[in-house]
């Protein structure tokens, strides 16, 4: 069976760190372009990072590059969102995402809760 599963979430105080991992299972995750997406309450899903396959070329959004960062270990098959600095705005679940064109494949975790709350 193929799945994404996120881990890493949780209650953290602003200004905090959190790692979030996303961890394949069915697939290996090297042929894949890796995604983080957030949701917060009452709003639509938003992109917050991307890491490239091949190459490791990652993207993270404008507003968030100076204090989350994407990586990946293809050995392990997991990709990470390290997210420092944390503040309240962050308040969301975060998903992971694969996505391959060469094998039409898009794949989605089932989420992992972030609060920050002092």
């Known amino acids: 069976e193929v799945q994404l599963v996120e881990s890493g979430g949780g209650l953290v105080p602003p200004g905090g760190s959190l790692r979030l991992s996303c961890a394949a299972s069915?697939?290996?995750?090297?042929?894949?372009?890796m995604n983080w997406f957030r949701q917060a309450p009452g709003k639509e899903r938003e992109f917050v990072a991307t890491?490239?396959?091949?190459?490791?070329?990652?993207h993270v959004i404008d507003s968030l590059k100076d204090r989350f960062t994407i990586y990946r270990d293809d050995v392990k098959d997991t990709v990470y969102l390290q997210m420092d600095s944390l503040k309240p705005e962050d308040t969301a679940v975060y998903f992971c995402?694969?996505?391959?064109?060469?094998?039409?494949?898009?794949?989605w975790g089932q989420g992992t809760q972030v609060i920050v709350s002092s």
């Open positions: 069915g697939f290996t995750l090297g042929p894949y372009d």
């Open positions: 890491i490239t396959s091949p190459g490791g070329t990652r």
């Open positions: 995402n694969a996505v391959s064109g060469y094998y039409g494949h898009d794949y």
